[in-house]
């Protein structure tokens, strides 16, 4: 495509100095005709003076002409020295863009180079990784019988865990037997006098007079009956100890107001021969938020106070309700007024949600956590025993 535009260019070029040279030429040549006509008018006698002074007119319009003629001729030529110089810088930018063309061509050509060695290079690495895949499959097919063979020996492991398992049943079996030997050797061993606890379940039922706290749908007096009831049945089915409770029945009345109802549950303590007094009561509060377990005994160092530490370790791990400890007061009538140690229980907030909730769901859980505190305040092993 350059080598056509410079040769369209050199072809115009030359059109254009053609043209000039013809004028040129007719110009001389009518130099030449004017001066021998001059010369032959000169040396004629016979041409009159009008004849001459009419052709030198003529002659003289006639070279005017032609030096018009000339400078026309003179600008035509200047403005093909103008094209051709500008032809010319075309053509040396047409050079100068053929030999960056030329310079690209051959950089992509170095590049094309450069690109088929990488090919070639990728070729070799292809067929490395080619052998590695090779080496991968063998390793992957000797880790394939490793895993077989372990498969095997699992299946074997698993056979001997059963037998293992089967022996280990075999032998639980052997290990309950003579637990219940032990534990009628000990029945045998251990003293015939029973512990006395006397369970006061507070309050009267709903309507009655010393009715106790209401929240969330339930009532104090209706929670410590049920929890006092399933607390005595572990202790009787225990056979260590003998209970008795103060309200045997839901609908059992105590006295005939406040004062008599908690003088009722002393003297009946005293009447069963009570060793050790329970009083089992629900918290209340004006914030829901308040919650946790309590107990309270009259003096700190009294075996009532450490009584009634043990029901509240006991209490607090088996419903996992918060821990608000040991509290004293002395003033409660059932504490001053009880002739054996004597503690009054707060087994959770009936106006806390969460607490009335797992007094109300799952009494059991109360009645099992002070259960435990009774056997490790007097340091006796638990027997399995727990039906409801």
Known sequence: MNDQLKNGTHRKGGRRTERASAWMRGVCTIFVA??????????????????????????????????????????????????????QQEINTLKSGYEAAQQEIDSLKNSNAAAQREINSLG??????????????VAIAAAQREIDALKAADAASREEIDTLEAANQ???????????????LQDQIAPTKKIRIYIDQGHNPTGYHNAGASGNGLYEQDL???????????????????????????????????????EARVRGAQEFGAEYFISLHTNSFSSESANGIEVYAAEQNST????????????????????????????????????????????????????AALLAQSPELFAKGMYDGILAYFGLPARDIFEY
């Open 124 to 137: 070799s690495s292809h067929a490395a990784a080619q052998q590695k895949i090779d080496i991968l499959k």
């Open 304 to 355: 009532s106070y450490a009584f009634g530490n043990q029901l509240l370790q006991g209490l607090v791990r088996a419903t996992n309700l918060r821990n608000r400890g040991m509290k004293l007061d002395p003033d409660l009538h059932v504490l001053k007024n009880a002739t054996m140690p004597a503690v009054l229980l707060e087994m959770g907030f009936i106006s806390n949600r969460e607490d």
């Open 34 to 87: 004017a001066f021998m006509l001059i010369s032959c008018i000169g040396c004629t006698s016979l041409v009159s003076m009008e004849e001459y002074a009419a052709l030198k007119t003529e002659l003289t319009s006639e070279i005017n002409s032609l030096k018009g003629r000339n400078e026309a001729a003179q600008q035509v030529l200047d403005s093909l020295r103008s094209a051709y110089e500008a032809a």
């Open 224 to 262: 410590t009956f049920t929890i006092g009831r399933l607390l005595a049945q572990l202790l009787e089915q225990d056979g260590r100890f003998e209970v008795c409770l103060s309200r045997p029945t839901a609908d059992t009345v105590l006295g005939t107001d406040n004062t008599s109802s908690l």
């Open 170 to 184: 075999a032998a639980q079996q052997e290990i309950e037997r003579l637990k219940k030997q032990i534990q009628e």
